[in-house]
Each structure stands twice: as C-alpha cells, then as structure tokens.
C-alpha cells in the first residue's frame, strides 16, 4: 500500500550571518516526490531526472530559530513498498547537506544531516517497530 510522508527541513543559527545557504538530498528510485511545498514562497526544486531537492535559502540570520522563528519547508513523498522490502525499514530521503557562507568569519560551511527511514525515531506518535514494511 502506498504511503506518504510529509518531510520538513528546518533551520537555526546561533552564531553568524550565513549567506548563498543551500540545501541539497536526493530521493532513492522506490521514492516519488509528490510536492507540495509549503510555504509556497520557498525556493524549493525537485529534478525528476536526477531525483534531487534543492532548498535555495540564500540567507540565514544571526539568530533564525533561536531569538527569530525558525526557517522552515515541508514537502511530501510516497512510498510503495515491493516485495524485497519486507522486513526491512527503507530510506525515504538520503542525507541533506548545507552549504554556505560564514559571512563573518568568512569561510564556507557545510553541514549534513542522515538520510530518513520509514522508522519516524522522532515522532512520538510512530510506533517502534511501525517502519517495517510488512506484507
């Protein structure tokens, strides 16, 4: 059965002002980008050939989540499972990178985060187990 899972990146900087902010991942091949982006007024891409996301942030503030709202983008994908998965708990999305400008210090920065699973470790509401694909 199909799933969909909405996905939200989300941004804070303590320290300082970070300019030509870019967030990049991919989609494995047994996932479907389905949109939308919220908010609309990101600068959200999805390249159907290459099955990359791209977040164009441009600037990041001293501050942005911390003493600002935080910086935010949510989009969907859909899963559905074939018969090699059982068992296992599938990447949804592979590993975000960031990369920018310490506008500061002046040196670029990159910044990653892991790739997500069907296994939601962050949701209260996600069962343990409730990631396995099962038939």
């Known amino acids: 059965t199909q799933t969909s899972y909405t996905i939200t990146w989300s941004l804070s900087n303590t320290a300082n002002n970070i300019s030509k902010a870019i967030v990049r991942s991919s989609i494995p091949p047994w996932i479907h980008f389905v949109g939308p982006v919220s908010p609309s007024t990101e600068d959200l891409t999805y390249n159907s050939s290459t099955k990359e996301i791209v ?7 001293k501050g ?9 983008v949510s989009f969907q994908v859909a899963f559905t499972p074939s018969l090699s998965q059982l068992g296992t708990m ?15 210090a002046n040196v670029d920065v990159r910044v990653s985060k892991t790739s997500l699973r069907t296994q ?12 396995t694909v099962v038939e």
């Open 55 to 61: 977040w164009n942030i441009v600037r990041i503030p």
């Open 64 to 72: 942005t989540g911390i003493s600002e709202p935080d910086r935010s």
């Open 90 to 104: 599938p990447v949804l999305i592979n590993e975000a990178i960031l990369t920018g400008h310490d506008d500061f």
């Open 120 to 131: 939601l470790e962050n949701d209260p509401l996600s069962p343990p187990a409730g990631g």
